[in-house]
């Protein structure tokens, strides 16, 4: 079974930083991309940012120059560091993963679509 565990959400200062991780477990082969999205309370859920395989990342206008993405395909984890830290950034964080590779026996692979985590908080405020 494969499944998106995040973690590193939490309460922090206005100017502060966060680093939130998600590790993709199960028999994985691959995953296309992996990305973070974020809904605040009464709005829609937006995407924060993104990274494909071959390190190609993609950020929403409101995080641009504050926030950076990484992932190690080795340890099948995404990471979002997110430094200036506004109260406008208060939200449920999620992990999102698209075309997971795995394998359920040697040589037999499938391909999920549009995975998601449970989200995990963060909260800026004084």
């Known amino acids: 079974q494969v499944q998106l565990v995040e973690s590193g959400g939490g309460l922090v200062q206005p100017g502060g930083s966060l680093r939130l991780s998600c590790l993709a477990s199960?028999?994985?082969?691959?995953?296309?991309?992996m990305g973070w999205y974020r809904q605040a309370p009464g709005k829609q859920r937006e995407l924060v940012a993104s990274?494909?395989?071959?390190?190609?990342?993609e950020y929403g206008d409101s995080v641009k120059g504050r926030f950076t993405i990484s992932r190690d395909n080795a340890k099948n984890t995404v990471y979002l560091q997110m430094n200036s830290l506004k109260p406008e950034d208060t939200a449920v964080y999620y992990c999102?993963?698209?075309?997971?590779?795995?394998?359920?026996?040697?040589?037999?692979?499938?391909?999920?679509?549009?995975?998601w985590g449970q989200g995990t908080q963060v909260t800026v405020s004084s």
């Open positions: 990274i494909t395989d071959r390190d190609i990342t």
């Open positions: 199960g028999n994985i082969f691959r995953i296309e991309i």
């Open positions: 999102h993963a698209d075309r997971i590779t795995y394998y359920t026996s040697p040589g037999i692979f499938f391909d999920l679509w549009n995975v």
